[in-house]
C-alpha cells in the first residue's frame, strides 16, 4: 500500500503510532477531505488547523446541527447561514477529551427534518457506494469512505441509522438520556438523541464510552446504570409481526432480512415472531410528534436576536418574509403540518392521539423486552434512492426507526447483505441502558452477515 | 336601587425573589445594563437546554401554600407558543395543564363583612423581555429589546370571579400582597413591576347567576389604579348596558391620566398558544416531606396573627397597622414577650418607631434598636426611672445608636428624680420664692400649683417626677 492511497482513518492511525509526523498529517488530511467533498459533497464546513495535538487522536465529523466554537453551526439552513454558537455540545466536548479530532462538519436535511434524504440548502450528499444513490447524510459519506471513525449526528425518527444503513455501515442510536444533548439543535427535544456512525461495531462501543454519561447541562442526561450483560448465555430476539407486510418494502430488504433470520437459527438464537399491532402507526405517530415540537423548537428562528433577517413593513411582516425566505420547502411543510396538528381545534384529534399512540407503542415494547433480550427489524423498508426517487419517499422511511425514538430505547443498525450494488441494513432494538448488551448482539450479526455481504 | 352587579376576577403576576432566573442561572438582579444578565438559555440560541431553579419550585409551593391551594402531585410545565420579539425562544414556559397550586382562597374584610375569595389557581412562568423604544412607541423607527428580564420567574395567581366591587378588588390585592411578603418569596412592588394585576370585569342583572361579556383590563401600576381603572371600566360597561347594548369581549388599556379605558389595537388574530409539554424539561414531583418542611417554614400568616392580637385587647386599628408588616409584627412579638402592655406597646411602635423609621426611609430589618431594647425602655418608665416625655429622646437617641436606653440616660444625665428628700428641698425653694402664688392657691386658685410643679422641673431640668413633685408640693401647701 503507497501512502498515497490511505485513507484519513489510516493516516491517523499511522501517526498515533508515530510512523506519519504531524507535518505529514497537516498537509495531507485536508487534501484527502478535500476530495472527499468534491466527489460526494458532504461537508459543509471543514477544518482549518489539522494539528491534532499529542496522540492517539481520532478523526471525527459532526452533523453541521451540533454545535461547535471552532465552526460554523448551519442546521444545513439558510436561516443559519454564517451562525457561529458561543457554545460546543457537551457530546463532543467529551469526545474531544477522549482524543477525538473534529475534521469538519457535514451535510444533513436541512435542520434534520427530511427523512434521510442527505438534502440541504447548501447541497445533496451523494453514496460513495454508488454515486446514483443519496448517503442519506455527508457524515456517513466521509465514515464509508475512511474518512473519520465516527460521525455524530442526531437521530430523531431513525436518519442517522437510515443514512448509515445507506451506506452500509453501523449506525448507534442511544438510549435516551445516555449522552447529552446540549449543543444538539433538535428539531424534535423528545425523540431527538446524539448517535455515531462507525465503520463497525467497534468503533461504535468506543465512540459511544467516549460521549456518554451525565452533563450538568442537559438535566435529561443520566448516569448510566451499571451494563447487565442478560445475553451471556445467548439471547432471544424478537420480530415484531406485520414486519413484511410495510408498504414500500422492497423484496431485496425482505430477502436480506430472512437471511439474517435464518442465520440467528444456525446460529441457534430463538427469534420469535411476536404480535404488534402498531407498525402502521409508527411513522404518522412520530410525525405528529417531531412536527409540534419542531413548530416550537423552530420559533426561535424569527430573525430578531441571530441568524438571518429581512426587514418587513412592520413585526409580522418581518417574521413572515424572514422564514419564508430562509426556511427551505420541505422545513416549511413540516413545520405548516405541526402548526396544523397542535392547533386549538385538532390538538386531540392529532397531538394527544399520537402520543396515546406513544404510549401504547412504549408499553408494548418494554412488555416484548421483558420476554426477550432485543427486537429485531430491517433498519429501511428500502435501499439508499436515487436523487429522483427520494422526493417521493419521505414518508414511510422511519417505520422502523421511529419505535426507537417513540420509546426512548438503544437501537443499533449493522449492514446484513446487498440488494444489488446497495447495503442494507438490519436494526436491533435493546433494553434502555443496556447498550452493551445490544452492541454485543450487534457484533454478533456484524461477523456474521460478514459471510453474506459481497463487496460491490 | 342598582340594575347590575359587577363580577370581578383577577390574574396577578408576582416576579419570585430568586437569586436567579427560571430555567438558568444568570443573575435576576435589578439595575444592570440592558442585556447583561443574558446567556444562550434565557437568549434562546440554538441547542440550549433549560435547567429548572429548583428554589423557583419552592417558592412557588410557599406561595401555593400560603394561598391555601393544594399541591400539584407533578410540577411540570407547558409551552405556550406564540411570536414577538420580547419572546426570546417564540414560546413562552409556563404551567398550563397541572398548576402548582390550586383551589385555595384568601379571606378578607371589607368594610366590617368577612369575604372568602376562592383562588383557582397559581402557576409558574418565565418572564418576557422588555422592549425599549425612542420617544413614543408609535413615532420610534426601531425597538430595542433587553432580555434581562426574560426568564425570571413568575407567579400567576388567578382568582375565581368573587369580587363585586373594585375596592374589593383593591382590598384583595392588598391582602394578597401582605401574605406573599409575609411568606417572603416576592417584593411585591407594583410600581416597579415586581407585582403586575389584569382584572376580568363584567357586569350581570343582580341576582343572575349567569355571566355576561368580559373585558381583560390592563395597564392598571398601583393599588389606586387598579380601583379606579376597575370603577371606570364599570361605570362604562353599564352605560353600554342600560341603554341596551352588548360588552364587547376585548382587552382594555386604562388611561391614569385621562381616567378610561380604552380597547387596545388588537397586534394579531386570536391567540391559538398550541400549549403542549415541554419536552425538555424533567417534572418534579413534590414529595411530601418537602412540602411538609415548605409548609412549617412558612411564618404565622397575617389572618392568625390578626385574631392573636386582638386577642390581647388591641383594637382593630392597631392589629392592621401591626399586620400589615411582618417585620413590624415580628418586632412587635418580641418586643410582646418581655413587655406585657399591648396597647403601650402598640402605641410606641405605631408612633415613635415607625416615625422614625419612615423619616429615615427604612425598613425593620435596617433598625439598630431592638426589640429588647424597646421593652426595657418601656419598663424603665413604667418603673418610674424616666418620663415618658424623656423617654422619647432616649428612644431617638436608641434609635439613632443601636444603645441600650439605660446607656443612653445615663450618658444625658436624664434620671428622673424621684427622691423625695432631694425633691422636698426644691419644693421648699420654690415655695419660698413664690409668695403670690402659693396666696392664690391658699385662695382656692388650685390650678396654681401647676405653676409652683413647672418650676421644680425647671430646677431639675425636667428630671423631677411630676407625680411625686405634685404630691409633696400639695401637701407642703396645704399644711402650711
Partial sequence: MTRDNLTVKELFCLYNRGAVTREELKVKVPEILEVIDNRYHAFISRATDFDPGVPPAYPCVAADNICTESLNTTCGSEMLLDYRSPFTASALDKARSSGFFLLGKTNLDEFGIGDCTGRSFFKTTFNPLSQDHLAGSGAAAVVAVGGAVAGFA??????????????????LKPTYGRVSRRGLIEYASSLDQVGVITAGVDDATFALRCISGPDSKDPASQESPPDQDSTASGFR??????WDRVSGLSAGVKSVFNKTLSLLAELKVEAAEVPFSYLPLVSITAAIIGATEAFSNLANYDGVRFGKRMSGDHLQDMYVKTRTAFFGRRVKEFLTFGAFVSSGGNYREYFLWAQQNRGAIQRRLMAILKDYDFLLLPTLPFTAPTLAESSGLVNGADVYTALANLAGLPAVTVPAGFDGRLPVGVQLIGRPFAEAALLKAAKLLEEQGGREVVAP | MKRFEPVIGLEVHVELLTETKLFCRCATAFGALPNEQVCEICLGLPGHRPLLNKKAVEYAIRAALALNCEIAEQIDFDRKNYFYCDLPKGYQISQFFNPTGTNGYVDMVVNGTARRIRIRQIHMEEDVGKLVHQGEIMGSATSRVDFNRAGIPLVEIVTQPDLRSAEEARIFLQKLRTILLYAGVSDC????????????????????????????????????????GIEHEIERQEEILEEGGH???ETRHFDENRGLTRAMRSKFQA????CFP???????????????????????MPDSRTARLTGLGLPPYDVEIITSDRELADFYDAACASYREAKTLSNWIMGEFVRLLNAG????????????????????????VISGKSAKEVFEEMFATGKDAEAVITEK?????????ELEKIANKVIAANPAVVADFKNGKTKAIGFLVGQVMKETRGQANPQVVNKILAEKLNNC
Fill in chain 2, 189 to 228: 412592588k407594583m410600581e416597579e413591576g415586581s407585582m403586575r394585576c389584569d382584572a376580568n370585569v363584567s357586569l350581570r342583572p343582580v341576582g343572575s347567576g349567569m355571566l355576561g361579556n368580559k373585558t381583560e383590563l390592563k395597564n392598571m401600576n398601583s393599588f389606586r389604579s387598579v380601583q379606579r
Fill in chain 2, 413 to 421: 444625665g436624664l434620671t428622673q428624680i424621684s427622691d423625695s428628700g
Fill in chain 2, 247 to 249: 360588552v364587547i369581549p
Fill in chain 2, 278 to 300: 415541554d419536552p425538555n424539561i424533567i417534572p418534579v414531583i413534590p414529595d411530601k416531606d418537602w412540602v411538609a418542611r415548605i409548609r412549617e417554614s412558612l411564618p404565622e
Fill in chain 2, 361 to 384: 426611609g427604612m425598613k425593620v430589618s435596617e433598625s439598630r434598636v431592638t426589640p429588647g431594647q424597646l421593652a426595657a425602655l418601656l419598663a424603665l418608665v413604667d418603673n418610674g
Fill in chain 2, 271 to 274: 391567540a391559538d398558544y398550541r
Fill in chain 1, 237 to 242: 430476539v424478537a420480530v415484531p409481526e406485520g
Fill in chain 1, 154 to 171: 442526531s437521530d430523531a425518527r431513525g436518519g442517522l441509522r437510515q443514512s448509515a444503513s445507506f451506506c452500509g455501515l453501523t449506525g
